[in-house]
């Protein structure tokens, strides 16, 4: 069985920063994509910010230039530092990875349990 467990969310101040980890734990192998999503009320999730194992990243249009994505391949840690951030930006946050738990088996898809974050003044 494989675990993703998200920390870091919480209650900040329009223009404030948090910092979200999303640890993964039990049967890995390897780790492929990482990547953060978010759901706010009565919308649909949607994809934050991901990073491929090599280091490559892609963000959402609405989150470039405050949000920074990074991993830890060794800790099997994804990171995401928000930055300037708007009350736009409430919503749950998921941590998504892609996973192999052995070294003949397919990736699959594994989801934290999400970590809510509000930005109000």
């Known amino acids: 069985q494989v675990q993703l467990v998200e920390s870091g969310g919480g209650l900040v101040q329009p223009g404030g920063s948090l910092r979200l980890s999303c640890a993964a734990s039990?049967?890995?192998?390897?780790?492929?994509?990482m990547g953060w999503y978010r759901q706010a009320p009565g919308k649909q999730r949607e994809l934050v910010a991901a990073?491929?194992?090599?280091?490559?990243?892609n963000y959402a249009d609405t989150v470039k230039g405050r949000f920074t994505i990074s991993r830890d391949n060794a800790k099997n840690t994804v990171f995401l530092q928000m930055n300037s951030l708007k009350p736009e930006d409430t919503a749950v946050y998921y941590c998504?990875?892609?996973?192999?738990?052995?070294?003949?088996?397919?990736?699959?898809?594994?989801w934290g349990q999400g970590t809510q974050v509000t930005v109000s003044s």
């Open positions: 998504n990875a892609r996973i192999r738990s052995h070294w003949y088996g397919n990736y699959d898809d594994y």
């Open positions: 990073i491929t194992r090599g280091g490559s990243t």
């Open positions: 039990g049967s890995i192998f390897e780790i492929n994509a």
